[in-house]
């Protein structure tokens, strides 16, 4: 292994304050293990806190059509917006608490936020089984507070990785977030048994039970011993100087990271509508199909593929991260402009098995272009915001595509609207290739961490000479 050069990205001079478990203090940092029992036991719980969060978030479109029957029952107007904004509220909230959930990595670590999160979420669940007649509570219970749950452990879930691994940190990062796709391919059809056999409520106690299990998995996100804490620094008193450190506003003076966070939230307006609608639209166009699940399992499946695919070509030297970002959602977007046009069911399965594909590569890219851009130190809290900003666009788009189907009872424009912001989004990050090219800078990764040479001169926040 080449001499490990310091991270320019970390955004920490060698006098600032170091992160230990997510907590502030003076420490030595030594290098990620990149194997062994603890860090693939971090592994193994970041991939279930995955799967358990977003099979259950992914699978939503089952709970939808339901909704919308007892809406209709009740007479409720616009019944498919309301019941879509319920699920758009929890990916939503997930999002936009991230920045809170890196804040209190900060202040708590990394373990205790992620089990905070867990018990959270289980409780929205629980909850939520005595709710379900009642819309607003569901909105409260399972899109709001099962969304703060699934936020505060989410984020730990990501940001514990670049503590264990470097080599291999995009692969790891395909396997840990392929969890979600092998839960969301079995998760609908547990869903669907325990509705058409016990009913709603019984249904989110199954969930609650099997949500238990993501505070557990928190247990293990302990980066304590991967460094040697000495004496917290005691001498900054300046109240203003510490809350910047925990809010992290140096991230902020980093071009590349202001351009990603700012054009990725564009590209995820539409990203969550087919997970929310396809069910109903697979029930308006294909009545006599008996698996109406097929198409969301075929997304699971090979979202966890192209996971696994991308996540290992992340790892590749000279591999652009955030081109094979575009690349996913120039796909996602037209698959899902094509969708609506769609009148063969087996064709309707090949573009799911596309749109997977490239779902994967999306998500397995957001950790290792992370600590890329702003270096492991700061990784959480660079998450937190960027899911932060992503929240509204990824809240408001199903309940959008819901309203305008309930207008004409056609689902061609919610979803042809939906696959035109993935590719505005991934158009306007050619912006940050401009940056790069204009700055001349060396974009050669090490597995997460930047070479030296790479320094964004112009817009670090070291002095000029400092190292």
Not at 17 to 24: F, H, I, S, V, W
Not at 250 to 265: E, G, H, M, S, V
Request: proline letters at 5%.
């Amino acid at each position: 292994m080449e001499p490990r050069s310091r991270e320019s990205t970390d955004l920490l001079s060698s006098n600032q304050k170091r992160e230990a478990n997510g907590n502030l203090g003076n420490t030595q940092k030594s290098d990620p293990p990149d194997g062994g029992f603890k860090a693939y036991a971090v592994m193994i719980g970041s991939f279930l806190t995955n799967g358990l969060l977003f099979g259950v978030i992914n699978s939503y479109s089952v709970i939808y059509t339901e909704l919308v029957k007892e809406l209709k029952i009740a007479n409720v107007p616009n019944p498919e917006s309301r019941a879509s904004l319920v699920g758009a509220l929890t990916m939503g909230t997930t999002f936009l608490l991230s920045p809170v959930s890196g804040v209190l990595t900060g202040l708590m670590g990394l373990r205790l936020t992620a089990v905070v999160g867990g018990t959270i979420a289980t409780a929205g669940l629980l909850i939520t089984s005595f709710v379900v007649d009642h819309i607003n509570a569901l909105s409260f219970t399972y899109g709001i507070m099962y969304g703060i749950g699934a936020s505060f452990a989410y984020t730990p879930s990501l940001a514990v990785l670049g503590h264990y691994f470097k080599k291999y940190l995009g692969f790891v990062n395909g396997v840990v977030t392929i969890g979600s796709s092998i839960f969301t391919i079995f998760m609908p059809i547990i869903m669907d048994v325990m509705i058409k056999n016990y009913g709603l409520p019984w249904m989110f106690r199954l969930l609650a039970l099997f949500t238990c299990g993501i505070a557990f998995c928190g247990l293990l996100f302990n980066t304590n011993s991967l460094t040697t804490a000495e004496k917290p620094i005691r001498e900054n008193k300046n109240i203003s100087s510490l809350m910047k450190s925990i809010f992290c506003v140096d991230i902020w003076k980093n071009k590349k990271y202001r351009l990603w966070a700012t054009f990725l939230p564009i590209a995820l307006f539409g990203y969550f509508v087919p997970y929310v609608h396809i069910k109903s639209f697979i029930q308006e166009r294909f009545q006599e199909v008996s698996n109406k699940n097929l198409p969301l399992q075929c997304i699971a499946i090979t979202s966890g593929i192209g996971r696994l695919v991308f996540g290992y070509l992340a790892d590749k030297p000279g591999i652009d991260r955030i081109f094979l970002q575009q690349i996913s959602f120039y796909v996602i977007g037209g698959l899902t402009i094509i969708l609506p046009f769609v009148q063969s069911f087996p064709f309707l399965v090949v573009i799911s098995l596309g749109v997977g594909l490239f779902d994967g590569a999306f998500i397995s890219l957001i950790g290792p272009i992370a600590f890329e851009i702003v270096g492991g130190a700061y990784a959480a809290q660079a998450i937190g915001c960027l899911f932060g900003l992503a929240a509204f666009p990824l809240s408001i788009g199903p309940a959008v595509a819901g309203y305008l189907y309930s207008l004409n009872e056609s689902y061609t424009l919610p979803f042809v609207l939906a696959g035109i912001s993935p590719i505005v989004g991934a158009t306007s990050m050619f912006l940050i290739r401009l940056h790069r090219n204009t700055n001349q800078e060396s974009e050669v990764n090490i597995n997460g961490h930047l070479p030296l040479q790479s320094v964004d001169v112009e817009n670090s926040p070291y002095p000029a000479g400092r190292k």
